[in-house]
């Protein structure tokens, strides 16, 4: 049926202006280009545990368990991600600590670099990572 409710009859003549045309500078346009916003990184970790993505993160809103925030650890060389689910911001440094040991007695390594992104509107810094 036709979207002005008219006869089927007269969808050919509707036709062209049923297809979304996008304009090379609209986001959706951009979001379909195939180059990236960014250069792609040619320095990838080589072993297990040698560079960890850390991101701490806020949820809208609180969660049954009363979670207010989690924080998100990602292994460069695998990709392998683990999460941690937090009451309180400054909960970050004991989420830290037990992904560090679980690193080290789970798989016997110790984490060399991290790159920690803080997004959102978090008040406090991360924390010094040693």
Same mark, same amino acid.
């Given at each position: 049926? $036709?979207?002005?409710? $008219?006869? !089927?009859? $007269?969808?050919?003549?509707?036709?062209?202006?049923?297809? +979304?045309?996008?304009?090379?500078?609209?986001? /959706?346009?951009?979001?379909?280009?195939?180059?990236?916003? +960014?250069?792609?990184?040619?320095?990838?970790?080589?072993?297990? /545990?040698?560079?960890?993505?850390?991101?701490?993160?806020?949820?809208?809103?609180?969660?049954?368990?009363? +979670?207010?925030? +989690?924080?998100?650890?990602?292994?460069?060389?695998?990709?392998?991600?683990?999460?941690?689910?937090?009451?309180?911001?400054?909960? !970050?440094?004991?989420?830290?600590?037990?992904?560090?040991?679980?690193?080290?007695?789970?798989?016997? !390594?110790?984490?060399?670099?991290?790159?920690?992104?803080?997004?959102?509107?978090?008040?406090?810094?991360?924390?010094?990572?040693?």
């Amino acid at each position: 049926m $036709c979207p002005q409710r $008219c006869s !089927a009859k $007269c969808l050919p003549a509707h036709k062209n202006s049923l297809r +979304f045309k996008p304009q090379s500078s609209s986001p /959706f346009a951009q979001g379909k280009m195939k180059s990236r916003s +960014f250069p792609e990184s040619q320095s990838h970790a080589m072993t297990l /545990f040698e560079l960890i993505h850390l991101d701490l993160k806020s949820l809208p809103v609180e969660s049954y368990h009363r +979670f207010r925030y +989690f924080i998100v650890f990602i292994d460069d060389k695998t990709s392998h991600m683990w999460m941690a689910n937090l009451r309180k911001e400054s909960d !970050a440094s004991k989420a830290i600590k037990n992904f560090k040991a679980m690193a080290r007695i789970q798989h016997g !390594a110790t984490i060399k670099r991290w790159q920690i992104k803080q997004g959102g509107s978090l008040s406090t810094p991360i924390l010094w990572i040693p």
